[in-house]
């Protein structure tokens, strides 16, 4: 156009690399949607793992008579809670 050109009589000429460059793009995109929906079922899995130990813990705390049992079964929980990944959703 700033040769003196008409934008009707421009067209691009696509390269090689071009190609390639929109194969590797997808490529990508595959791969990053992939990843994504692999991190959502770690973090559903997480979070019902999660909901299981509250579950658990509840019934701890209604259910046991023996205090040093409940406090022996409460730490084994609490390190079943920390060794669980997150399940937050990230925005």
Do not use: C
């Not at 700033?2 to 390269?15: A, L, P, R």
């Not at 071009?18 to 994504?36: G, I, M, P, S, V």
């Amino acid at each position: 156009m700033e040769e003196g050109g008409v934008k009707e009589d421009f067209k691009y000429n696509y390269t090689q690399s071009d190609d390639r460059f929109q194969a590797a793009l997808k490529k990508y995109n595959k791969r990053k949607a992939e990843y994504a929906e692999q991190q959502e079922k770690l973090r559903e899995n997480n979070f019902s793992v999660k909901q299981e130990i509250l579950v658990a813990m509840k019934n701890l705390i209604q259910n046991e008579e023996n205090m040093q049992r409940a406090f022996d079964q409460f730490h084994e929980l609490q390190a079943k809670w920390r060794a669980t990944g997150i399940f937050l959703q990230v925005s």
